[in-house]
């Protein structure tokens, strides 16, 4: 039901948009996170947006540089990464609870039911 795209290689400095596209899934009944997973670390909450979308939360890691939107119309949460650098490399993932509020500082992963396949970014010279 969660379908993420928008992954890819950049250069450190450079800049990704990812895509989170729901299908049977009405974004606006829930709260999307996006998380994240470098090899051999824990999965890490990166950023969420309440199912208002009056809500969104940032990890300190990425605060001033992603920032997350959603586009009713389209069902489709997104998250634009700038400033990208090397330790941003991990697959993206993104989940959706029904009714979230994103009420912690950072997504809990165990807090969400639905889940995507993943994107791969990487960050590279």
């Known amino acids: 039901q969660l379908v993420e795209s928008g992954g890819g290689l950049v250069q450190p400095g450079g800049s990704l948009r990812l895509s989170c596209a729901a299908s049977?899934?009405?974004?606006?009944?829930?709260?999307v996170g996006w998380f994240r997973q470098a090899p051999g670390k824990e999965r890490e909450g990166v950023s969420c947006i309440s199912y208002t979308g009056r809500t969104t939360k940032y990890a300190d890691s990425v605060k001033g540089r992603f920032t997350i939107s959603r586009d009713n119309g389209r069902n489709t949460v997104y998250l634009q990464m700038n400033s990208l650098t090397i330790e941003d490399t991990a697959i993206y993932y993104c989940a959706a609870v029904g009714y979230g509020v994103c009420s912690g500082n950072v997504p809990l992963w165990n807090e969400f039911s639905s889940w995507g396949q993943g994107t791969q970014v990487t960050v590279s010279s």
């Open positions: 049977g899934l009405p974004l606006d009944t829930v709260a």
